[in-house]
Structure formats: structure tokens, C-alpha cells
């Protein structure tokens, strides 16, 4: 692509080297050189090179002798713009380099400003400077805009002048006349593309570096002044317009990503050869038998240059595709940081058909219309958000998550909420769908960003090497709960389990672009697993010292909208509890890693002295039936039993509440509780549940040693104990049940907390990177074709059948999967089945 780049001399800190192109125009050299006198920045930090292409007039000669401190290169032979340019920066030494043509001249502060952009922000890839005509007064380049067929063009050119265009902006690309890079970046991204000669190679070097994450900023402080097309007058129009039409099918076919560039190539290159039939009135159907019958024996005609621009522009890109440049935009696009949709805002006014010209404006609108480019064309961010929980009516936490994010995306993205395990709800601000196996493909397809849980990447391995944006959401250590909740399956399927959800883990952080966790804590965890993958590399580091753009915290959040009671759910509504009886909740499932059991020897104590305590399990079973019946369920309703506690002074709610009417249970509670044993997954854990309480203005009794232990503690929520201690329990529940002052000063604290984790403040982090998606710095994937033909399950015929399948099962379902395949084989065993 370019090849006089590779060689260049060490960079000088601090030091801007201007590179200008001459071409038969030493007068217009000259002249502008000696304009960086008046340039407000230290000759001894300025480096001036003139790249002379061939020109055969002696220009390299006067030029020396006119600027006796400028350096000339003589190229030896007419590399164009692109390749001048690129040798010029091959000779320079500069932090920074500016291209200015010499036709043009610098302003004042014409390098000063851009270089203080560049130094200010180290994200800017290139500084567009503001151009105007010679005088000042009209406009030459304040933005740039894209048609959807790669001609990149300047709307606001020749209007004058105006306050409007002093505001500093991101820009799809600067203008080659007068525009800056940090030298680094020019040679890490292949400088000016030396295919296009003259013409669009700054629209394709500044598309290039949007795509690649770096923003090409637009600097009206960074002013230059310039003569325009006079180089252009040397050649016919006609070289022009060939050079035009084959640079913009060059440049929308390596910067466009698949998608893009499946709807618009086609359409796109029967436009260029309809745009030359059409200006030049030439007799599209003189081989057309229905319109010209008759003989015709002449085997020439004569058309004008004009009519071949567009033909010959095709013909260009074939070549350059046989020579190599499939292989440059596939480097390209699996290098790619942002995707077209972010983009598409840059490019302004994307469907402009550009010439008014009789029958081609027509055509043009029937191109858009039949290849879709109207409606791809468009800004908004497809945002895919997955997870593997069923989306009922009634929901636990993650499915709960996914749905608030879906809510907190849509009002800026097309967003399309889907589970793996099954959808029957919907929404009126985004799609909900189930899908599993190979007809995930379409969905993934369709989306820009991906958002999920749990064991995607393992029902849909083709995004290991695709080139989505992808944030995993790992709110929930599921490898820690596994330690716990697998251990039903036996020594050899918890371990297995174990084994595999941490693998799987672990192949999601090293493809996520963006990692989310629920705690400081998760994130001191999860930067630790990332390391242990390669993932905190000098790549990242270098692109944000803090890893937050890697990984960010966003905890579970707190509805949004105030809890309103429609009617008592617990309080004289549960047969044995009375409206003035005290209720103590337990706000969700039952499962290992929870300890239940001193909660309820606590109550059986306090009942002694408080006949009115009543304590409600809120759900014993979770809504995902893939999810097994746990050991501790199992035990603490025996425990009940055996106290005589059961619908006494303990309830169980069998089922589990919709999400839509929690409120009604939550605010007939008095106190909410969440007692856990000690170890590793309790230490980075995010109690969802106690979201609720919050939500609903509770007072919290919670084991100690959690995410939450410290922030009960400080912020006076309420009170937190050591595990498995009833005696510390009791007291507690007693407090914070019945100590007047406590419970007010519990629920005043509580009510100012959870305004700080409402779900729309939670999400911001995730709503600023769906906005403004980026591929993570270090991760480059080859794009290919993936497997996708299903698994085929067979029958296992024993114990050790099962174990074996794990794999298979952890693939389809995750843990809950193999758990709940074990569990039916050995009940099949049992029955003789």
C-alpha cells in the first residue's frame, strides 16, 4: 500500500515536520514555504520537507536555492500525492507531521493549535485544520461528508465564512490541503494509500483511523489558506473524474464492513458507470436490438473520455482486488474499532446522489431504494443483549439485568433482548426473542454490540473470530457458585463442571472488548483472571493507564421508578400472618452457597420473646427450571418442620413472584435478610436480592464478609453479622425489628443510598460504550466462516456416559444443563429406565 514509510528517521519530541508535494509549481512552493516565517511556532522545532515528483523543470533546484533550510527530496519519478507524501514522512524526524499543499499557505497559529489538540488529547489520530480560499473569506474545508458510494466531498465549500465553523468537532476525515498526524500513528496505519495517486486518499486515511479507534478532530484554531484545483488544471477534467470514481470504489470497498459493503458495492458501481453514460448524453442502448434493430456492421464508435470514467473505475478495482487489496481489507476490518453504525453520523449526508444531472438523479433512487442503503445507512447502534434466563413474567436477577439494560440502550439503539431459554413477554421499546444453537447466527448477524451472559460464546463459537463488538457481563462468578451449587453431581461432575465453567470464562475474557462486574472487588477479581489471559498488556495500558475502557463496574441496579403497593401480598394475605405482625423477607432463592438454617434457629429464638415475628422465603425454586432443586432447600424446610415453625412463624412461597408485582411482598416486609456461609463465593458475590430492599426502603440484617458487608456497616443500612452466629443474628433481627430510633435512622440511610444505584445511573458506563462502541486495543481476529452444523445428541447409556457428555451439555445449557442431565439419569437408573 505504501511502501516509502517503512524506512524513517527517529522521532524528535516535540518537533513538527510540514511535508509539502510539488509537482511542475515551484512558484507555489516557494511562496508557501517562505509563509512559515510568519508561523507562530520555534523554527528550531520545525522541519520543513519538500518531496519534488519528477518534475523535470529544475523546481528541485530553485526550491534549494529559494529556502536554503528546507529539505528537498527528489522522488524520481511522479508518485502523485500519496506516495510523496508518504516518502516525505519516510525523510521526516517530527513528533508530529502536517501536510499542507503548495498551493496553499499556513496561518499563524496554524500549527500551534493543532498540536495542542494532539498533546491535550492523545485519542485524536489527526487534526483537521480549517481551510479557506487565498483572501479568507470563503470556505474551502470546515467539515467532511461521504456519500453511501465512497465519494467523499466538502458540502460547505465556497460559502463564506462563519462563526458556526469555529467550533471544534470529530470529523470522518481532514482535508490532505492542510491536516496533521502524530507521526507514530501515520506509520502504524500505513500512511496515505499510494493506490489512489491523487484524490480521496485523505478521505480513506481519515476513514481509516475512525475505524481503527482514533478520532480525527477538527481544529478551527488550525487555519491555512488555499488556492484550490490549481494543480488539476495542468490535466483534462476527464482524469480527474477517472481518478475520482475509482478512489471512491476504492475506498468504501476497504473501509465498509461486510454488511455495508454487501448492499452498497453493487448498487455503487452501476452508479459510476450510469453517472458517465449520464454526463456525457452517450447512447447507453446502441447495442440493444429491441431499441436499435437492423445490421450493424461497424465494430467501433466514438464516445468521449468522460463516458469511459466510470467503466475504467471498475475495471481499476477488479485489478487492484486480483493484486492484493481483498487481503489489505481483510487486515483492515479484523483490526476494525468501530463499527459502520457509529461511523454513519460522520458521514453527514450519506444518500446525496451529488450531480444533477438528467436520468442519473432517477437512477440513483432507484439504487438506494432497491439494495436498502436508505435504511442501512442510518446512525443507530444495533444493540443484541443476551442471556441464558428465561424471559417469563416472572424473572430472577439476571434475566432482570438483561431486561434493564435492553431498557436503558433502546432510547439511542435498535435493541433486540434475547434468551436462550426462552421468551413470553414483551416490550414495547425493544424486541424480545428466544433463539438457541445454529439460529442464533441470524440475530448476531444483525447486531453491531453484543451484551451477554453466561455460555454464549459456546452456542455461538462464530463470534470468537468475528469482528463484533462484545461486552460480557460477569456480574456473577459462576465458576465460584459452581463450587457450591455442582456439588450434587459427584466428585467427578463437579470437578468437570468446575473445569468447564471456567474455561469457558476464561475464553470470554480474552475475546471481550469491554468486561462488566458488580463491585470494586469483582474488578480487583476479574483484572487478576484477565491478567492470567494476556489481557493487561502493554496495548491496553498504553490506551488507558486505568483499564476502566477494559473493564468497568456496573452493579445491579435499583428500579428506576418508586415502588407502589397494588395490594398486601404477605400481610394478611398468607394464612398465619397478620397485618400487624412483624415480617422478616428473604428475597429470592434458596440455594447452596445461602445459609438459611441459622436464620431460622434465630427466629425460633426471638418468637420466645416476640410472638409476632414472621419470617417469608420470598422463592424457594428458581424460574429457570434448568436450574436443579439445591441440598440447603431441601434442608431447611426439614429444619422448619422439625421446630414447628413451618406456617407458624416461617412461610415459603412455593413458587416465585413476577417481577411487575414484587413491590406488593416487598412492602409488606418490615426487615429484608440475606445470611450466607463463609467462603470464596460469598467474598465476590453481589447480593441481587438486597437491591430490593433498598428499592423498597428496608432495613438490612445481611452476613458479613460480601461486597455488601462494608456498605451496610458505613452507610448505616443496618447491621451486619458473623457467619452462621445466631445469637449476633437474633440480636440484630431484634434491633432492627423493633428499636424504634434504629429502624427510622435505617430507613432514612436507606433511602438516600439507593438513590445512587438507581439503574440509570449504574448503566452509565455501559450506555456511554454502546454509544460509542471500540474494539478492546489489544484484540485482532481473522474473520472467517464458522462451523455451525448442530451437535447431534445420542442417549448416554450410564453414569459415566453422562459425565463425559459434560462438555457437550455445558455447551447447550451451562451448569443448570448438566445438572439437570445428571439428576434425570440417575433417576432413570433408579426407576430401571
Not at 502 to 507: A, M, P, Q, S
Request: hydrophobic share 40%; aromatic share 10%.
Amino acid at each position: 500500500m505504501a511502501t516509502k514509510i517503512g524506512k524513517h528517521h527517529p522521532v524528535r519530541p516535540g518537533v513538527v515536520s510540514v511535508v509539502l508535494v510539488n509537482y511542475k509549481g515551484a512558484d507555489d512552493t516557494i511562496t508557501c514555504l517562505k509563509y512559515f516565517d510568519e508561523v507562530d511556532w520555534p523554527a528550531d522545532r520545525l522541519e520543513l520537507i519538500v518531496v519534488d515528483n519528477d518534475s523535470q523543470d529544475g523546481s528541485a533546484e530553485r526550491i534549494r536555492a529559494a529556502v536554503p533550510h528546507a529539505t528537498v527530496v527528489e522522488s524520481g519519478g511522479n508518485l502523485g500525492f500519496a506516495g510523496g507524501c508518504n516518502l516525505g514522512v519516510a525523510h521526516a524526524s517530527g513528533q508530529w507531521v502536517g501536510f499542507i499543499n503548495n498551493d496553499a499557505r499556513p496561518g499563524p497559529g496554524w500549527i500551534r493549535a493543532a498540536v495542542e489538540a494532539m498533546e491535550a488529547d492523545p485519542t485524536i489520530g489527526s487534526v483537521a485544520s480549517k481551510v479557506l480560499d487565498w483572501d479568507g473569506a470563503l470556505v474551502d474545508y470546515v467539515d467532511g461528508s461521504l456519500t453511501w458510494y465512497g465519494m467523499g466531498y466538502k458540502r460547505e465549500a465556497e460559502w463564506p465564512d462563519s462563526a458556526e465553523y469555529d467550533v471544534p468537532k470529530d470529523v470522518l476525515f481532514g482535508t490532505g490541503a492542510a491536516m496533521f498526524v502524530p507521526t507514530q500513528v501515520y506509520r502504524e496505519v500505513g500512511g496515505f494509500d499510494e493506490r489512489f495517486f491523487m484524490f480521496y486518499e485523505d478521505v480513506d486515511l481519515g476513514w481509516r483511523l475512525n475505524l481503527l479507534g482514533y478520532r480525527v478532530r477538527y481544529v478551527p484554531g488550525s487555519v491555512a489558506y488555499h488556492k484550490h484545483h490549481v494543480t488539476m488544471k495542468k490535466f483534462g477534467n476527464y482524469r480527474e473524474s477517472y481518478l475520482l470514481e475509482r478512489n471512491a470504489l476504492l475506498s468504501m470497498y476497504k473501509n465498509l464492513d461486510d454488511e455495508s459493503l454487501a448492499k452498497a458495492l453493487p448498487a455503487a458501481m452501476a452508479l459510476a458507470v450510469r453517472r458517465s453514460i449520464a454526463r456525457t448524453g452517450t447512447d447507453a442502448a446502441m447495442l440493444d436490438l429491441q431499441k436499435r434493430p437492423g445490421g450493424d456492421d461497424v465494430g467501433t464508435v466514438e464516445v468521449e473520455k468522460m463516458a469511459l470514467t466510470g467503466p475504467l473505475a471498475v475495471d481499476y478495482l477488479v485489478e487492484q482486488i486480483a493484486d492484493g487489496l481483498d487481503e489489505v481489507r481483510a487486515k483492515l476490518q479484523a483490526e476494525r474499532r468501530r463499527s459502520d453504525r457509529e461511523l454513519f453520523p460522520l458521514f453527514r449526508h450519506a444518500i446525496e446522489p451529488a450531480y444533477a444531472v438528467e436520468g442519473y438523479n432517477t437512477a440513483h433512487d432507484a439504487l438506494v431504494e432497491a439494495f436498502g442503503i436508505d435504511r442501512h445507512f442510518v446512525s443507530r447502534q444495533r444493540v443484541l443483549v443476551v442471556t441464558g434466563e428465561p424471559l417469563l413474567e416472572k424473572m430472577a436477577g439476571p434475566a432482570i439485568r438483561a431486561w434493564e439494560i435492553a431498557k436503558a440502550v433502546a432510547p439511542f439503539a435498535d435493541v433486540r433482548l434475547l434468551s436462550t431459554a426462552g421468551a413470553r413477554t414483551s416490550s414495547e421499546d425493544f424486541e424480545v426473542v428466544h433463539s438457541a444453537g445454529p439460529a442464533l447466527r441470524k440475530h448476531t448477524d444483525w447486531a453491531d454490540v453484543i451484551v451477554f451472559q453466561g455460555f454464549l460464546l459456546e452456542g455461538a463459537p462464530w463470534l470468537k473470530k468475528s469482528s463484533k463488538i462484545l461486552v460480557a457481563d460477569v456480574y456473577d462468578p459462576i465458576h465460584l457458585e459452581q463450587l457450591e451449587q455442582a456439588r450434587d453431581l459427584g466428585p467427578e461432575g463437579r470437578a468437570h463442571s468446575i473445569r468447564e465453567t471456567t474455561r469457558i470464562l476464561n475464553e470470554q475474557l480474552r475475546r471481550a472488548d469491554l468486561v462488566l462486574c458488580a463491585s470494586e472487588k469483582q474488578r480487583d477479581f476479574w483484572l487478576g483472571q484477565l491478567a492470567g489471559q494476556g489481557r493487561i498488556n502493554a496495548r491496553v495500558y498504553d490506551e488507558d493507564a486505568s483499564l476502566d475502557s477494559l473493564v468497568a463496574v456496573v452493579p445491579f441496579g435499583v428500579s428506576d421508578d418508586e415502588p407502589v403497593q397494588r395490594r398486601h401480598a404477605i400481610k394478611g394475605a398468607v394464612p398465619g400472618i397478620g397485618p400487624d405482625d412483624k415480617v422478616i423477607l428473604w428475597g429470592g432463592g434458596v440455594y447452596n452457597w445461602f445459609d438459611p438454617l441459622t436464620l431460622v434457629r434465630a427466629v425460633d429464638r426471638l418468637k420466645d420473646r416476640h410472638p409476632e415475628v414472621r419470617l417469608y422465603f420470598l422463592g424457594l425454586k428458581h424460574p429457570n427450571p434448568g436450574v436443579p432443586d439445591m441440598r440447603v432447600a431441601w434442608e431447611l424446610r426439614e429444619l422448619s418442620d422439625e421446630l414447628g415453625l413451618t406456617d407458624r412463624h416461617v412461610f415459603f412461597n412455593e413458587g416465585w413472584v413476577p417481577y411487575s408485582e414484587r413491590a406488593d411482598y416487598l412492602l409488606d416486609a418490615d426487615l429484608g435478610v440475606s445470611t450466607h456461609f463463609h467462603h470464596i463465593e460469598t467474598a465476590f458475590s453481589f447480593r441481587t436480592r438486597i437491591l430490593d430492599y433498598l428499592w423498597a426502603g428496608l432495613p438490612i440484617v445481611a452476613t458479613g464478609g460480601d461486597t455488601f458487608d462494608a456498605i451496610i456497616t458505613e452507610r448505616g443500612l443496618g447491621a451486619t453479622v458473623p457467619p452462621e452466629d445466631v445469637d449476633a443474628l437474633e440480636r440484630a433481627l431484634e434491633t432492627y425489628l423493633f428499636d424504634e430510633e434504629a429502624v427510622a435512622a435505617a430507613r432514612s440511610n436507606v433511602d438516600e443510598f439507593s438513590h445512587t444505584l438507581r439503574w440509570n445511573r449504574v448503566l452509565e458506563p455501559l450506555v456511554q460504550f454502546c454509544r460509542f462502541p471500540r474494539r478492546a486495543a489489544d484484540l485482532a481476529y481473522e474473520l472467517d466462516e464458522p462451523d455451525t452444523k448442530a451437535e447431534t445428541y445420542r442417549r448416554p447409556r450410564s453414569v459415566r456416559t453422562d459425565l463425559a457428555l459434560a462438555r457437550d451439555y455445558l455447551k447447550a445449557g451451562g451448569p443448570a444443563e448438566v445438572a439437570r442431565r445428571a439428576a434425570g439419569r440417575l433417576r432413570r437408573m433408579a426407576s430401571g429406565g
